[in-house]
Structure formats: C-alpha cells, structure tokens
C-alpha cells in the first residue's frame, strides 16, 4: 500500500513554503496559478504537482519575478525558468526545496541528484552550512505543524546522516595531529537526535584531534569508563530534548561531581535545552549556542 502523503491543506503549503495562506489563496483567485481540489466539505485541497509548482513559483517570485507574469507561462516552462535562473544567490533555497520534494515524495535519486549537484559548486561543509543546517531547522518547524510525520523526518535525517557518515570515513583515516586533547561525543539517555552531533564529530576530526564517538542514550556510568583508557577528555555532548528542562541541572551536577571534577576534564554542551542551565551552578562546564561557536572555539 502507497502511503506516501499526496494531499496537502493550504496549511501544508503555507509551512512548505512560505507564503501565507491568504496570499496564496488571492493568487488562485486572481492569476490562476494552482488549481486545488476540494473535499466533501468544500475545503481546498492539493496534490504534490501543486506544491511543487508552488515551491517553483515561490523561488521565482524570490527572484524578482512578478506574480502577474508568472501566472502567463505554460506550466511546463516554470520549472525550466528555475533551472536556468539557479545562481549562487538562489541556489540554497532551490536545493532546500528540491529536498523538501525529495522528502514528501520519499525519493532517494531526487535528494542524490541534488546533493551532488550541490557538491559539484560547494564544499561539503558550505552544504551542510548553508543547506542542511537551515533544512533541519525547517523540517523541526514542520514536524510540530503535523506537516511531515516522523516518517518523513527519519527518511531525510537517515539520507544526511549517509553523507556525514561518508565525508567523516574520508578525514578518520588521517593520524591525529593534536594530541593534547581527546573529545569523546555522545548523548544523553534517550536523546536521540544525533546529526548535529555528528558533524561536530567530523569537524573535530577536521582540525586534527582524535574522537570517540558514543552515540545516543549514553548511560554517565559509561561516561566515567573512558577515563580508564584516556587522559585529558573533553565530553561534548548535544541536548536537544533530553534532559529537560526540570532535569538538566540535577544531570550536569552529576556529569560534574562523576565524571568531570574526580578527573579533571573538560565538559561542553551545546542543543536547544541549554537554555535553561544555571550557568551560576556550572561554571566548569563550557556552554556553546551553535555548531559554529564550538568550531571556532577549537
């Protein structure tokens, strides 16, 4: 059975895109430009050619291109006029929503051809700075909007994680040329949203150091082992979800008291629940706001 989602609210398309219902709804109304269904009950509905189209149309009206003209070319020329248009200014949105459609349509040879288009201008730190970054920051959006299900999220996510996993293998096989630290990543139990903590893995790797990467759901049991093995830690570590917000500051004074102070390491955290560490509490441990921060910080 197809399960792949195929009909779109004008909701849908407003988060996809961009553009606000109401301003989409003026533009079927005066210029024709999409053609929605409608249910039973008369509200509006649309297939992916729809957003597609509309994803189309929103990267040219972006360029400068007026509505009212839009509105007057042949379907089949719009996304010819896309292609040929693609520069360095508009080539990060195009991408985006070309792995957007990639997404919906759960289509692997889309987000290949894509990315390798991309790769073929871009270094692939620019891509995941410039492209994969904003993405996910857009796919959270959507996600919490009931635009895309988990599914949609795991299949792009797993996609990203290749190329990461990829250009990681590429900087691994490399001797470490500093030696003064080792960095040991992972995540706490049960966060599980491991991307950003992978990159920064890559980039650590990149600037010569040696890592450990533990992945997610790492018991501090399992923190306090490495130390049996290795001198002048550095844990870095990424809190999306988990601990939260009640937790965090019970979890890092036991990081601290366990596994920082009794061995004299380093402790960096960076994600979206730092915002609510005491930082009065922890001041030996470094608190990051962005992938960026910690990059410039090595």
């Known amino acids: 059975m197809n399960n792949i989602k195929s009909v779109f609210s004008i909701k849908d398309l407003e988060n996809l895109s961009g553009i606000k219902a109401h ?3 003026i533009w ?8 929605p269904m409608r249910t039973d009950t008369n ?15 929103t990267l040219l009206h972006n360029y400068g291109y007026k509505i009212s003209k839009i509105s007057k070319l042949p379907t089949e020329r719009i996304p010819q006029m896309v292609r040929e248009i693609i520069s360095e200014k508009s080539v990060k949105n195009h991408a985006i929503n070309a792995f957007k459609m990639a ?7 889309l987000f290949f051809n894509t990315y390798n288009s991309l790769l073929s201008e871009k270094s692939f730190k620019s891509i995941f700075y410039e492209v994969f970054i904003p993405l996910m920051q857009e796919l959270g959006f959507l996600w919490q909007t009931d635009t895309i299900t988990p599914a949609h999220e ?13 250009n990681t293998e590429k900087v691994q096989i490399l001797e470490p040329t500093k030696t003064d630290k080792i960095f040991i990543l992972y995540l706490p139990m049960n966060e599980i949203h491991e991307l950003g903590l992978m990159y920064l893995n890559y980039e650590i790797i990149s ?18 082992d490495i130390h049996t093995y290795f001198d002048n830690l550095v844990f870095v570590t990424y809190m999306t979800i988990e601990p939260d917000k009640e937790a965090i500051n019970d979890y890092l004074k036991k990081v601290n008291e366990e596994v920082i102070m009794t061995h004299n390491s380093e402790f960096w955290v960076l994600g979206k629940m730092t915002e609510h560490i005491d930082e009065k509490m922890h001041k030996n441990i470094k608190i990051f706001k962005s992938i960026p921060e910690v990059v410039n910080y090595l």
Not at 154 to 166: A, D, N, S
């Open 154 to 166: 795991h299949f792009i996510t797993y996609l990203i994680k290749q190329k990461l996993l990829i």
């Open 23 to 25: 301003t989409i709804r």
């Open 207 to 224: 600037n010569g150091y040696k890592t450990i990467f533990l992945g997610e759901s790492v018991p501090i049991d399992s923190l306090k």
């Open 103 to 109: 997404m919906m349509n759960f289509d692997q040879t």
């Open 43 to 57: 509200i509006r509905v649309y297939d992916l050619s729809s957003l597609q189209k509309l994803l189309n149309i």
């Open 28 to 35: 079927e109304k005066r210029y024709n430009v999409l053609e």
